[in-house]
Nanobody, 121 residues
Framework: QVQLVESGGGLVQAGGSLTLSCAASGRIFSINTMGWYRQAPGKQRELVATITTGGSTNYADSVKGRFTISRDNAKNTVSLQMNSLRPEDTAVYYC???????????????WGQGTQVTVSS
């Protein structure tokens, strides 16, 4: 199985910064796109940012210019630097990756347990 473990969540005041980190471990043949999603209370889970193995990034309009995603392919880790945080960024943030456990398997999607980010006004 592939495990994704997030760290770095917490409570921060509006305008502050946080960095989320996620490490993939376990039985891994390959990891392709990695990313971050978030889910606020009463809302659907939404994409925050993704990054391919080649470094191509995609961001939700609401976080462009404030959040930066990066990854270390050799270590199978992905980070999310969050600046100028707003109360509306409050959510549980989930790490996501698609990849294969074995060379003969098709690509699967993996999720972390989530880490809470709370931004106070």
């Amino acid at each position: 199985q592939v495990q994704l473990v997030e760290s770095g969540g917490g409570l921060v005041q509006a305008g502050g910064s946080l960095t989320l980190s996620c490490a993939a471990s376990g039985r891994i043949f390959s990891i392709n796109t990695m990313g971050w999603y978030r889910q606020a209370p009463g809302k659907q889970r939404e994409l925050v940012a993704t990054i391919t193995t080649g470094g191509s990034t995609n961001y939700a309009d609401s976080v462009k210019g404030r959040f930066t995603i990066s990854r270390d392919n050799a270590k199978n880790t992905v980070s999310l630097q969050m600046n100028s945080l707003r109360p509306e960024d409050t959510a549980v943030y989930y790490c996501n990756a698609d990849g294969r456990r074995y060379f003969y398997e098709s690509t699967s999607e993996f999720w972390g347990q989530g880490t809470q980010v709370t931004v106070s006004s």
